[in-house]
């Protein structure tokens, strides 16, 4: 019988994990309008699995989970979603707690003709 080299377990331990986290993250989302406490379950396991394989959850996921009650944050619902001053601001309507994520605006285009330049040279 041969063994798996630790490296190569450790990094199929990570896919099943990140795997797994998605599926309960499409579950929590399904779940959240008829069994919104069903929901907060599937967000427990996401954080446990994080913690148990210790890698850090996705992006997308962690940005709909409330750092403070760990509640599942629904857009309209149950969370606020605003944008002040380069960040977008989430407030939980559970706990009252607001998050803060950066974001970068959109830069102007520079199209060909409209520069200083262009006109001085014309």
């Known amino acids: 019988m041969s063994r798996i080299p630790r490296k ?5 331990l990570r896919i099943v994990a990140t795997q797994r ?3 309960l993250f499409e579950l929590a989302e399904k779940e959240f309008k ?3 406490e069903r929901s907060e379950r599937y967000v427990q396991l996401i954080r446990n699995i994080s913690m148990r394989n210790r890698m850090r959850v996705p992006r997308e996921i962690k940005r709909r989970i409330c750092k ?5 944050l629904v857009p309209g619902v ?3 979603y605003r944008l002040k001053g380069g960040y977008t601001v989430v407030s939980c309507e559970r706990c009252g707690k607001e998050m803060r994520y ?3 605006g959109l830069k102007p285009s520079r199209k060909k003709g409209n520069s200083s330049k262009d006109r001085e040279n014309a």
């Not at 190569?8 to 199929?12: A, E, L």
């Not at 403070?68 to 599942?72: N, S, T």
């Open 8 to 12: 190569k377990q450790k990094n199929m």
């Open 21 to 23: 986290m998605w599926r």
């Open 34 to 36: 008829e069994h919104p």
């Open 68 to 72: 403070h009650c760990y509640a599942f």
């Open 78 to 80: 149950n969370a606020r």
């Open 102 to 104: 950066p974001y970068k």
